[in-house]
């Protein structure tokens, strides 16, 4: 069978054929420049053939390359997708293996005395809660040290785990006495009631800043509990108010009880 240029020319019009077939050396010579007046026609032929050949791989290279184009586009899009996937893997698996570590502990006790803070300084904690929460934070701590002091330093996961869940039971406890009916006033009117006002929020900046410890912030709330406590005696028995003698002794308290976190915040104990 003639081939013309690498290619059979099988499956082409049987009138080429014919032609392509009684010329075949005049065909082999095309795009040599060897072609004489009398071979125009076959001239022609060679073009046509040619040129359709040339659409056909025109045609099967586009086709090639729209392909690898999809392809490669495929290939991308799963790239993306399975990078965006892997933060999310990351936290899904950490929360999954719930790690904890002394890191996140410090974290955490940090994170529930802003909060103690903030609940003091907009009045819904009171005195009274405060001490409670406080106590339990200074427990939390004191055993945190025990465990160290019993494993050179370190804490092995079970202790991990005992104060995971114990600031845990902490943390709901913090919330529900933020949003429980008790409430310290934050707008007093009366002189007592201002300088119990100011003082709690001396001990608020305390707590926040660090320089009062879970255990020095119970002490001095447990006092300020008791002065408010004797206030409300007071008023009750008697009618609302306070004599100048009932006065005069939440004074001398609240007094001692201003020297007192002034200490307590300028000592060398930080939380």
Known sequence: MPIWHGHMVEGHQPFVMLIVWLTHDSINSCGSGTLRPSETFVDKACLFLAERHSREDSKEAQEEK???????????????????ALPAMAQTDASAQGQVT????????????????????????????????????????????????????????????????????????????????????????????????????????????GQLTAGETARLEGNEAKINQQVRADRKANGGKLTAQERQQVNHEQNQQSRQIYRAKHNNKHQ
């Open 66 to 84: 729209m392909t690898m184009k999809k392809q490669l586009k495929a290939s991308l899009l799963s790239a993306a997708l399975a990078v965006l």
């Open 102 to 209: 002394g890191q996140s502990i410090q974290g955490r006790k940090e994170n529930q005395q802003d909060r103690i803070a903030n609940g003091v300084a907009s009045g819904q904690l009171t005195a009274g809660e405060t001490t409670n929460l406080e106590r339990k934070e200074s427990a939390i701590n004191q055993e945190e040290r025990d465990m160290r002091k019993l494993d050179n330093g370190k804490l092995t996961s079970a202790d991990k785990a005992t104060i995971n869940k114990q600031q845990n039971q902490l943390s709901k406890q913090i919330y529900t006495d933020k949003h429980n009916a008790a409430t310290q006033n934050t707008n007093p009117k009366s002189e007592v009631g201002k300088r119990a006002e100011n003082q709690q929020d001396r001990i608020a900046q305390g707590i926040r800043s």
